[in-house]
């Protein structure tokens, strides 16, 4: 399972020209789905997530995880972070989990971060998204629960 966050001021998703979802201040989280992922990638994930400390305190310094700053996720779903780029041009994506599992993971993986007590919005699983954010700082992290 790989995750892509970015700490946002805000985000949202649009489906069709319609805002479907949106947040203020937190993480978007771009979540890809192996087909060797279990329960065990989402638990390693959302624990990371829901811990990092990458909101400033008052001295400005990395000191706050997204649950002391009351913070929110909007988290897509992104096949494409499995993407394949070794030979040729056309990215393969045969590391990516099949629709059913990774909408299932999906789901499973925003309930676990909604049992933290965090705030999440979602993308639509496989649908053709424009998502628009105001990335903070910049800070981008990328995790991997399998190294």
Known sequence: MKAVLQ????????????????????????????HED?????????RKIVNMRVFSDADGKFNLSIKEVGGS?????????????????????????????ANKMYEEFCEACAAEGIRVEKGVFAAMMEVELINDGPVTIVLESKL
């Open 7 to 34: 700490r946002v001021s805000r985000a949202s998703v649009k489906v069709g020209g319609d805002v479907i979802s949106s947040i203020d201040s937190g993480f978007l989280v771009l979540l890809g789905v192996g």
């Open 73 to 101: 996720l909007l988290v897509v779903s992104q096949f494409t972070l499995f993407a394949d780029t070794k030979k040729g041009n056309r990215p393969s994506f045969l590391g990516a989990a099949p629709p059913e599992m």
């Open 38 to 46: 279990s329960r065990d990638d989402i638990e390693y994930l959302v």
